[in-house]
Structure formats: C-alpha cells, structure tokens
C-alpha cells in the first residue's frame, strides 16, 4: 500500500520497507527500547528515490523480507487501487464535523 523508510542516524543507515511489512511493525514496538529511530512514510517508491537524493552518507538497504525495490510495481499499484475506492466527487462540508 505504500513504503516505510526506518533512518538510524546514529548509524547512518536507511532501511526501505513496504509499510505492512513485519519489519516495521517489529521495529516499532521496540521504539521504546531504541528511540533513536525514525520513521517517515511515502506512497509512492518514485517519492523515495527523490527523497534519497537529498540524503548524503548513508547506506540505503532493500528489506530483504518484503522486497520493496523488486515489488515496486505491485505495490504503487495497491496504493493506487485502495484510494481510487474514495469517491473524489464527494461533496465536502468543511463546517462538518465527521467524527461520530
């Protein structure tokens, strides 16, 4: 549905996941042992090489769980076909409150 990229600065090195790979959800529940982890979520992979860019020093590793450099097309693809069941159409209300 969308990537996870999980940056150690203090080890200068960047992980690229699919946001639902177990990895993430590992690596998260640990946060509170290793706080020094960041994560920052892209939709898209074309977002992540743009972003990588601007970054100098680090090594940039592919999980080798979820693959998200070889299933790059399956997954933009998921992320496209989940938002495109949003109707763009829809009337929006902004003095609505849609929170029940």
Same mark, same amino acid.
Do not use: A, W
């Given at each position: 549905?969308?990537?996870?990229?999980i940056i150690d600065n203090e080890?200068?090195?960047?992980?690229?996941?699919? =946001?639902?790979?177990?990895?993430? &959800?590992?690596?998260?529940?640990?946060?509170?042992?290793?706080?020094?982890?960041?994560?920052? /979520?892209?939709? &898209?992979?074309?977002?992540?090489?743009?972003?990588?860019?601007?970054?100098?020093?680090?090594?940039?590793?592919?999980?080798?769980?979820?693959? /998200?450099?070889?299933?790059?097309?399956?997954?933009?693809?998921?992320? =496209? =076909? &989940?938002?495109?069941?949003?109707?763009?159409?829809e009337e929006v209300d902004s003095?609505?409150?849609?929170?029940i």
């Amino acid at each position: 549905m969308g990537y996870m990229l999980i940056i150690d600065n203090e080890n200068k090195n960047i992980e690229i996941h699919s =946001d639902l790979c177990d990895v993430v &959800f590992d690596k998260k529940e640990d946060l509170n042992i290793n706080t020094k982890l960041e994560f920052i /979520p892209f939709n &898209f992979y074309e977002e992540i090489e743009e972003y990588l860019q601007t970054v100098e020093g680090y090594e940039v590793v592919d999980c080798e769980v979820c693959k /998200p450099k070889e299933n790059q097309e399956e997954l933009d693809e998921d992320y =496209d =076909d &989940f938002y495109e069941e949003f109707d763009d159409d829809e009337e929006v209300d902004s003095t609505r409150c849609d929170i029940i």
